[in-house]
């Protein structure tokens, strides 16, 4: 192999390798929401607006509630009351905004 093919496939290795990972980093693949990211963001949208009856029903009428009771005996007990009664505005661990902070930080 001559030097100059060995330096054109260099090139062509180093601009192969260059492309993908700037695409990466300028934001041009932005993956889409799935039910479980929707359902936060009603809930998470909700608590910010004060509306704590519409995140308790967006709760329990959600996908993150139904996930919840089909993985229960892998997430910590008491975990769905305790989601509950801050969404309830009752013993709510609350950031500076007022919002409960699993939600808002």
């Known amino acids: 192999m001559t030097a100059r093919v060995a330096s054109v496939l260099a ?3 180093i601009v192969g390798a260059v492309g993908p990972a700037a695409a ?3 934001g041009v693949f932005v993956p889409r929401d799935d039910d479980i990211t ?3 963001k009603e809930i998470k949208f909700a608590v ?3 509306r704590f009856d519409l995140a308790l029903k967006l ?5 993150i509630h139904a996930t919840m009771e089909k993985e229960e005996k892998r997430l910590p007990r008491g975990l769905e009351d305790s989601l509950r009664a801050a969404l309830r505005g009752k ?3 609350v950031s500076s ?3 409960p902070s699993f939600l808002c930080s």
């Open 11 to 13: 090139l062509a290795a």
């Open 24 to 26: 990466h980093h300028v």
């Open 38 to 40: 929707k359902n936060f």
């Open 48 to 50: 910010e607006a004060r």
């Open 59 to 63: 709760f329990d009428d959600g996908v």
């Open 91 to 93: 013993d709510s661990p």
């Open 97 to 99: 905004s007022g919002s």
